[in-house]
């Protein structure tokens, strides 16, 4: 069965950078990767999207290799209110069915 | 631009009782999408509407869960009856299109069945 993995869980100190990996080996050739970011008691937020290569905004990264089986957000100079879940999106074909997969979400931890 | 509103955000019930979540998405947002989200866990596509058409379906458990979207604006998400492993999280998101979808999401209504 295919999944979206991510590693349940990093710990970072402030300032630092903070690369999260996913895996999705069975993204659909023409989707996009997204990241999301979500804080207790509230609903996923947008961070930064791709679809190869890497892209770049005010707050991530996103590196995504040729083969587009994985991809890493990364997160410079992280401040305490980074601390949240960080979950990865992907469009995935799964038994002859196009499927939205979100990880399983990697909790990040920063400390002082 | 106001975003993505579900209520009530909070619902206590007893099982086998009914239950009813309402969302008015993005203004302009053509697809809706309803997700559960158990503690500790991503959330789970159930429903993605594009206009008032439910394009995939795929995981809605059809026997208890009932979804609309009349009009192609505002949604309701229905179970009935409700069952002890549906207390969790229902989140509503929406975007402008299906291609290369941005989803803004709605903070969600926190469903415990008693």
């Known amino acids: 069965l295919a999944k979206t993995t991510q590693p349940i869980s990093m710990d970072s100190y402030e300032g630092q950078e903070v690369n999260i990996t996913c895996s999705h080996n069975?993204?659909?050739?023409?989707?996009?990767i997204t990241w999301y970011q979500q804080f207790p008691s509230q609903g996923p937020r947008f961070i930064i999207q791709?679809?190869?290569t890497k892209v770049k905004n005010e707050v991530a990264s996103l590196f995504i290799p040729a083969d587009r089986k994985s991809s890493t957000l990364s997160l410079p100079r992280v401040s305490l209110s980074d601390t949240a879940v960080y979950y990865c999106?992907?469009?995935?074909?799964?038994?002859?069915?196009?499927?939205?997969?979100f990880g399983s979400g990697t909790r990040l931890l920063v400390r002082p | 631009e106001a975003g993505v509103v579900q209520s009530p955000r909070y619902k206590i019930i007893e099982k086998k009782q009914p239950v009813a979540f309402w969302c008015n998405p993005i203004?302009?947002?053509?697809?809706l999408y309803w997700y559960l989200q158990n503690l500790g866990q991503g959330p789970e596509l159930l429903i993605r509407?594009?206009?008032?058409?439910?394009?995939?379906d795929s995981q809605l458990p059809k026997d208890r869960f009932s979804a609309e979207r009349l009009k192609g604006v505002d949604s309701t998400l229905k179970i009935q009856p409700a069952e002890l492993g549906d207390s969790a999280v229902y989140l509503c998101?929406?975007?402008?299109?299906?291609?290369?979808?941005?989803?803004?999401f709605g903070p969600g209504t926190r469903l415990t069945v008693l």
């Open positions: 791709g679809y190869k």
């Open positions: 509407y594009e206009n008032e058409e439910a394009v995939d």
């Open positions: 999106l992907v469009g995935e074909w799964m038994d002859s069915s196009y499927k939205l997969i």
């Open positions: 998101a929406s975007s402008r299109t299906s291609e290369a979808p941005v989803q803004f």
């Open positions: 203004s302009g947002h053509n697809t």
């Open positions: 069975n993204i659909a050739t023409n989707d996009y």
